[in-house]
């Protein structure tokens, strides 16, 4: 699937505003090409809706942090309701991760992925469950291509003297997200990553800066444990 805009873009670029369907598909496949656009594995009926039901969760834990937090500065009369309504949130989401594990057990492939992924310490099921639905390319690209894709591959940006910072972009940022908060726990469980993330703070990296760089490396060392159908050796 192409942005049909990028293609317009692409098409204005070369000098070309005339449009029929002719020449749109012979600029689809300039496009393609030149640009060589990103290609996208699309997601059976069982990732779309765990994908539904984690997005569902993070609602909720979103929702749940809210009503904590005004559990702190609301009047006590208004305390019952803002209890009742975490209870709520609370029952909701044990439903949806009993759900969410179910449909992980029908599925063999993704119970055998799961273990893999899970057995790097710091890795939990809500990393390795978002991995599933949300990177299935992983296991089937090279390290550089899984590290863009996921949007953890730097850039550099320079023009003529100038040298700015290199920073990252793009990608899947969900997948970030979710990457960001289990490092945060990787760095303090796992030798490997808590060594990197040490060195490169001594070395002058700022913490984000070398949390980001310990992500690109376990996104590199999931991606390979899939695509060997090993789990983590700690070497």
């Not at 990732?47 to 009047?75: A, C, F, G, H, Y």
């Not at 040490?198 to 992500?215: D, F, R």
Request: glycine letters at 4%; aromatic letters at 4%.
């Amino acid at each position: 699937v192409v942005d049909p805009v990028k293609v317009r873009r692409f098409a204005q670029a070369l000098g070309i505003h005339a449009k029929t369907d002719k020449i749109d598909a012979v600029l689809i496949a300039r496009f393609a090409a030149t640009m060589k656009p990103e290609s996208k594995v699309i997601p059976d009926k069982q990732s779309r809706l765990i994908k539904d039901l984690l997005v569902r969760r993070s609602q909720l834990i979103e929702m749940s942090t809210m009503e904590k937090n005004r559990l702190q500065i609301m009047p006590k009369e208004l305390h019952s309701s803002i209890k009742a309504m975490l209870k709520m949130f609370e029952k909701q989401l044990e439903s949806l991760s009993e759900k969410i594990e179910q449909l992980i057990r029908q599925n063999q492939e993704w119970r055998m992925k799961t273990e893999i992924l899970m057995s790097v310490p710091g890795v939990g099921k809500i990393l390795a469950y978002t991995l599933l639905c949300e990177l299935p390319e992983l296991g089937s690209l090279n390290s550089r291509e899984i590290a863009a894709l996921v949007g953890l591959a730097p850039f550099n940006k320079e023009s003529g003297r100038m040298k700015g910072k290199r920073s990252i972009r793009g990608g899947r940022p969900r997948i970030r997200t979710i990457m960001f908060m289990a490092m945060m726990s990787s760095i303090q469980c796992n030798p490997v990553f808590k060594q990197k993330y040490e060195h490169l703070k001594a070395a002058g990296k700022l913490p984000k800066v070398a949390l980001i760089a310990c992500m690109r490396k376990l996104i590199v060392i999931l991606n390979t444990m899939i695509k060997n159908q090993q789990q983590w050796q700690l070497n």
